[in-house]
């Protein structure tokens, strides 16, 4: 404490307060500095306290509502009261010991009553129960209660097992769901999309039909009037044979193909004609049918 004595004086530091006893009866406080005394009269320094403040760490072993074993590390921080000294120095032969009992009994007391949860939840509630208790009796021995901090709570090592996998499978559950939302979208999207080009291709299908048959409308009407003596079915046999020619061309001019049989003959080119009318014909005929 950087305190000395001798015979006749004695010198208190700063942040001390020293208790002077005369004829072995507390007779007055010391404040920080050099202090004489008259041994003839029975006066002598019996001791020095410190009042800076002192921490204390308390480790309590306890069970919560829920029957789970926890570890609670507590900090109080206490100080001796100047004018109170005297107090602080008689009453109490362990200080320390004393403040620990305290701790123990207001928090068993207390997290008995809660789940784990709570606990840590309301951890400050604990803490503040524990400072007036403490405040309420340690006052009475000189001493001041500054802070008490409740610096860890520690569950069982299984406990903390079981709470992370429990916390880890919820966040598997929640990855799941958000993973089964997405690919739900991306299968709506991909339906939404098919469906989209299958109606672009069937409009692209008859605007092509369409084309094909105003084409084919027009080219009859054109040779109609133009040779005279022939009539709309001549023409439409004419067109579709040169078409089945036109076909057999591109055929043999793709590298791909190796050999094509196709029947050949005056009678087969009508027959072919005739397939191709009948065919139109019955498209227009499902056609009407449909609208109907």
């Known amino acids: 404490m950087g305190n000395t ?8 530091a700063q942040s001390s ?40 760490d308390v480790r309590i072993e306890t069970k919560t509502k829920d029957n789970v ?4 590390l507590c900090s109080i921080q206490y100080r ?12 109490l032969q362990n200080p320390q010991e004393q403040i620990q009992a305290y701790v123990f009994d207001v928090t068993r007391a207390i997290v008995p009553r809660m789940n784990l949860d709570e606990l840590f939840e309301q951890k400050g509630e604990v803490a503040r129960a524990v400072l007036e208790e403490l405040e309420k009796v340690m006052g009475e021995y000189g001493y001041n209660i500054e802070h008490i901090l409740m610096v860890d709570i520690i569950p069982d090592p299984s406990v903390r097992k079981a709470m992370n996998e429990i916390n880890a499978a919820q966040r598997m559950q929640l990855a799941s769901e958000y993973k089964g939302e997405a690919e739900k979208i991306l299968l709506v999207k991909k339906a939404e999309a098919e469906a989209e080009a299958k109606y672009l291709g069937g409009v692209g299908v008859a605007r092509q ?14 040779f109609s009037h133009k040779v005279e003596g022939t009539n709309a079915k001549e023409v439409m046999d004419l067109i579709m044979i040169t078409q089945y020619f036109d076909t057999i061309k591109d055929l043999g001019n793709s590298s791909k193909n190796t050999t094509v049989f196709i029947p050949h003959g005056p009678g087969h080119v009508r027959d072919i004609g005739e397939q191709i009318r009948n065919g139109l014909m019955e498209a227009a005929s499902a056609q009407v049918n449909v609208e109907e």
């Open 17 to 56: 307060v020293g208790v002077v006893e005369q004829w072995g009866r507390f007779h007055r406080l010391a404040q920080p500095g050099c202090h004489f005394f008259n041994p003839l009269a029975g006066e002598c320094l019996a001791g020095i306290l410190s009042t800076r403040i002192s921490s204390l």
């Open 80 to 91: 001796v009261i100047k004018e109170n000294a005297d107090d602080a120095f008689y009453e």
């Open 209 to 222: 039909r369409q084309a094909i048959t105003d084409g084919l409308r027009e080219n009859i009407l054109n």
């Open 69 to 72: 074993f926890v570890q609670l």
């Open 5 to 12: 004595f001798c015979f006749f004086c004695g010198c208190v």
